[in-house]
Nanobody
Framework: QVQLVESGGGSVQAGGRLRLSCVAS????????EAWFRQAPGKEREGVGY???????HYADSVKGRFTIDRDNAKNTLYLQMNSLETGDTGVYYC?????????????RGQGTQVTVSI
């Protein structure tokens, strides 16, 4: 059974940084795509980026150059390093996984962690 547990969210001022973690169980990361997506109040879910089954990372234009996805295979944990945070980055962040998926389309997701960026 696939389980994902996110942590690391919080409140930060614009320009700051946060590192989100997603501890995975029930599968090994090399088989699945692993993604991060977010949802802000009143807005559609938005893909942030994903790591495909070949280990290549892909990012939304809105976060490219600021966010980085990486993985610690020994801990079976996916990370989202977020730098130069902007108020528009505020939302609930979810990690997700599945075959050949890239975000909210992944069949498995965690409970989410809140990120709030203020001026």
């Amino acid at each position: 059974q696939v389980q994902l547990v996110e942590s690391g969210g919080g409140s930060v001022q614009a320009g700051g940084r946060l590192r989100l973690s997603c501890v995975a169980s029930g599968y090994t990361g090399s088989r699945y795509s692993e993604a991060w997506f977010r949802q802000a109040p009143g807005k559609e879910r938005e893909g942030v980026g994903y790591r495909d089954s070949d280990g290549m990372t892909h990012y939304a234009d809105s976060v490219k150059g600021r966010f980085t996805i990486d993985r610690d295979n020994a801990k079976n944990t996916l990370y989202l390093q977020m730098n130069s945070l902007e108020t528009g980055d505020t939302g609930v962040y979810y990690c997700a996984t599945g075959w050949h998926c890239s975000g909210a389309d992944c069949p498995h997701r965690g409970q989410g962690t809140q990120v709030t960026v203020s001026i």
